[in-house]
């Protein structure tokens, strides 16, 4: 790429808006990216293995550090620069991203609504490099996450999960679970939604299946089962019929970091579409010669400058405290997660027959930005939470 189009990308992607030792740790990511997690990648989604080599690699840099509160260990950076380091990742390994990413999303809640005592024997665990699994999503409720029926019940300081979960992420290889269900003494409505933490080797927690998906095959995904697991009642998140506003809360800040995955994947299309045009000849001259070939690049760089700055925007607002995200995390989401789909799906037309064989990182890339318009509320769920917000209330 050439010095003025790499300009176009460095003044957001330079970290201005980081701290300098958060632009220090993201230096080194790009690196370990750029040397290890990436010339493997292509290899693992091949074989369908666990990222274990590359996960190691970014817990030599204390990676899962960096959002643990430096009260308790952690680094204790801020969510823009876990954004940025989520879209290095994915731009290199969008299944080692979604990896590293889901750590942060089953340990979130447990840092901001979690008792002290919660967070001095659950955040080690993954500060140590452990590994966290978010089960929300169960067969009767995908988008509608509020359907889910995993009952929670008390039993003495005992709390008895029973039920099912599907496309549970790192879920045969997690240390901790973050599970959603509902208190059987609250009915079967939103207001009994809450949150416990349960760990590994509970006695009746099994794995169903491993899912053998279409893209991100290198990021485990599976189906738990919960056999009247007994977790003590001090796991609970808050309490009984706090799950709603956790899960929110949750997800305001997981869908942001979908969107930064999404960006990563998008971002390593574009740079895979201009390299291959820039050395392709057809008709005596380059692909990137043709200017309808420069109108699409045109479009695509954009369209990836725009949305990363709405990406800054959305991570400030959440390290500014801002409670209500709910419809610039579904609006950042649907924007990332589109472009990913355009950008993957445009390299492998200028690939042409080359991007649709496999193994290419046309062909990968094209793949794994499907899964970003779906997981973390379909995009048709998020644009009608955006077109909901202008109904005119009646009285």
């Not at 989604?45 to 996960?55: A, I, L, N, Q, R």
């Not at 019940?153 to 709390?159: C, E, F, L, S």
């Not at 997800?251 to 990563?264: I, T, W």
Request: contains cysteine; proline residues 3%.
């Amino acid at each position: 790429m050439s010095n003025a189009g790499q300009l176009l990308f460095a003044r957001l992607e330079g970290g201005e808006q980081l701290t300098e030792e958060e632009r220090a740790l993201l230096g080194q990511v790009r690196e370990v990216v750029r040397q290890r997690i990436e010339p493997r990648a292509e290899r693992l989604d091949v074989e369908g293995k666990f990222p274990w080599e590359s996960m190691r690699d970014l817990n030599s840099l204390g990676l899962n550090g960096v959002f643990i509160p430096a009260e308790h260990g952690g680094a204790g950076f801020s969510y823009t620069c876990y954004l940025w380091l989520v879209h290095e990742i994915s731009r290199g390994c969008a299944s080692t991203g979604v990896t590293w990413a889901t750590n942060y999303h089953a340990i979130a809640p447990v840092i901001e609504f979690g008792t002290e005592e919660q967070k001095r024997r659950f955040l080690p665990v993954i500060l140590d490099g452990g590994l966290g699994a978010l089960a929300i999503t169960e067969q009767t409720g995908g988008s509608d996450a509020t359907a889910m029926r995993t009952s929670l019940r008390p039993d003495g300081q005992k709390v008895v999960v029973s039920g099912e979960k599907v496309f549970i992420t790192s879920g045969d290889v997690a240390d901790l679970y973050l599970v959603f269900g509902k208190w059987s003494e609250l009915g079967g409505g939103k207001a009994a939604l809450s949150a416990l933490v349960m760990e590994k080797g509970t006695e009746g927690l099994s794995v169903v299946r491993k899912e053998d998906k279409l893209g991100h095959r290198a990021s485990s995904t599976v189906a738990l089962r919960f056999e009247e697991c007994r977790v003590p009642r001090a796991n609970l998140l808050c309490g009984p019929g706090d799950g709603r506003r956790i899960l929110l809360g949750a997800l305001n800040r997981s869908r942001p970091s979908v969107a930064a995955q999404a960006l990563g994947i998008a971002r390593a299309a574009f740079d895979d579409a201009v390299a291959y045009v820039n050395q392709r000849e057809q008709f005596g001259q380059r692909l990137v010669d043709f200017q309808g070939v420069q109108f699409e690049l045109a479009d695509l760089a954009a369209r990836l400058v725009s949305v990363q700055a709405l990406m800054v925007h959305v991570a400030r607002l959440v390290d500014a405290g801002e409670p209500d995200l709910g419809i610039e995390a579904s609006a950042l989401k649907l924007l990332a997660s589109d472009l990913a789909a355009d950008a993957a799906g445009q390299n492998v037309q200028l690939h042409g027959g080359y991007g649709y064989i496999r193994p290419s990182k046309a062909e990968r890339l094209f793949r794994d930005a499907k899964l970003t318009q779906i997981w973390e509320g379909a995009n048709e769920l998020h644009r009608a939470n955006i077109g909901r917000a202008f109904r005119e209330r009646r009285e």
